[in-house]
């Protein structure tokens, strides 16, 4: 038995939440590893529907146990509203269920108000983010002077934590005539929170590497997409941490080898919310189609997704920066009744054919789709449980999909019930 890495293929929102879920079943430990509550994952349990966006989907299974690991950014605030949230749907959340690492950093109000700050200043820098305060927080990560999970447990020498973080971001507060900070008022704003979190904090690499010793069944809940990636997306327009699957191990404290199979959640055409380049969206009747069909709001923010046909070279890239295994294909049924289905299998950038998408922003913007053209079908794919159960056209596009981005399709998801999957192998069993 392996461990097994979800990370999405695209932009995010590619139906990780139940995918996720309908593993966790099948694992033992369920371990965030990377962003924070910026993710909104959607799980559909029993007709139940449970929104998630700090919280590993483990949670809502019992016997589980859920990890959040020291690659979060991790607002407690954001953490104690959640468990309320989910406590109130009957959700046991207590140290039998989670652990957060003591060395993850935290999201602080000034994260939050600096997010909001960038975002309104000036439309050509705006990036579209959550406004979770994500990209301050991995700043001040980076720049050495967060403060972490374990600061709570250790009062006496919060304030010294607390000046070093603040004669940051009151020389920024200063620049953008903002009021300073008291140290006061952060350390009023961590007390008031500590003894919540405080009970949950955990060494998270030595409980894993326990748990791996013992042969539990690990399951890696990544959050956002590839193009998000701060490395492999569309910089600047991306969210501040690594989303690829080698995160995995270094945001949780396990080693390489540890990751097991990498499945790649890949929606059956393309969506992204927030600003930056997007080849094959369709500002026109066909994204007002898959928008309303696949009912692309943000689960976080409620925001519209822009919508797109599949880009199979974006997926192609994404398959080797993260050494997928196999895809999660999910929202096939969105494109059942269309006359015609297009694929993007290449671009054309200064006259000449790419196969690949370019790193630099304006190449990015450039860059004109090559598509494929496909006749659709025009029965429903809903609710298929077996290969057997689709039309002789949609199989067609799957397998089409599965060479042009050279790799198999593991799973395939045709509704938001969990049951409602066509699974070709278990990803846990390889
Ligand atoms: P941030 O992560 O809030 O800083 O946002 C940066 C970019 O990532 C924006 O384009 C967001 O819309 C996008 N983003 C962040 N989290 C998600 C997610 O869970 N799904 C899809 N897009 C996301």
Redesign the pocket.
Known sequence: MGNVVVIGSQ???EGKGKIVDWLSERADVVVRFQ?GH???HTLVVDGVSYKLSLLPSGLVRSGKLSVIGNGVVFDPHAFVAERKRLEGQGVTIDPTTLRIADNAALILSIHRELDATRESANAGTK??????G??PAYEDKVGRRAIRVMDLAHPESLPERIERLLAHHNALRRGLGQEEIETSALLEELTSVADEIVPFMDRVWRLLDERRKAGARILFEG??GTL?DIDHGTYP????SNTVSGQAAAGSGLGPGSVGFVLGITKAYTTR????PFPSEQDNEVGTFLGERGREFGT?TGRKRRCGWFDAVLVRQAVAVNGIDGLALTKLDVLDGLEEIKVVVGYKLNGKTIDYFPASLSEQRQVEPIYESFEGWQETTAGARRWSDLPAQAVKYVRHIEELVEAPVTLLSTSPERDDTILVRDPFQD
């Open positions: 932009w995010g929102d962003g910026n993710a909104g990036i579209g983010t959550t406004g979770r994500i990209g959050a956002q998000l327009f991306v969210t501040s919310v927030g600003e930056g976080v």
